[in-house]
């Protein structure tokens, strides 16, 4: 059967835009702890090329991505730096900040999505689990869970 034809369901009917490299992406907003104005980031020696660092947030220490390069998304599309945002994202008790080029609208999914487009890289911690048309594209959906690289044992935990 062509996967490009399958429709998933989702319980999550709230999603929150935003843009990395022109493209729309959202995750539940369920998940979205807050959003925070792009700041200092500390490195962290020996890291993933993704991990930007870590951001100190009330008490907290945060890891922050780069959601461009943690998509595999090109680095070379300009933005507008005072759009930069970090989405604070929340599963499971554990925070991970997400460095996307702007904030969007929220999005009202409703149920029906379409399955990721046929001829993607197939990457076992792929985190773009559907996508739903919206305007004259279409928006993916991410998984949280393994946007932020978390554990699996994670899901089983009540």
């Not at 998509?71 to 929340?90: E, K, M, N, P, Y």
């Not at 911690?125 to 932020?148: E, H, N, Q, S, T």
């Amino acid at each position: 059967m062509n996967q490009a034809h399958l429709a998933t369901t989702t319980t999550e009917r709230s999603w929150l835009i935003f843009y990395l490299a022109s493209q729309a992406y959202a995750v539940p907003l369920t998940q979205v702890s807050e959003v925070i104005r792009d700041g200092e980031v500390t490195p962290v020696p020996g890291a993933a090329a993704d991990l930007l660092g870590i951001h100190h947030l009330r008490g907290r220490i945060v890891p922050v991505l780069d959601g461009r390069l943690r998509l595999g998304l090109s680095g070379d599309v300009v933005v507008d730096v005072a759009g930069t945002r970090i989405v604070v994202l929340s599963y499971r008790g554990h925070l991970v900040g997400l460095r996307v080029d702007a904030v969007g609208d929220l999005l009202d999914v409703g149920g029906q999505t379409e399955a990721p487009p046929p001829g993607r890289a197939v990457r076992s911690d792929d985190p773009v689990k559907a996508v739903v048309p919206w305007r004259d594209g279409f928006v993916a959906l991410l998984d949280v869970r393994r946007m932020c690289r978390l554990s699996e044992e994670l899901e089983l935990v009540a």
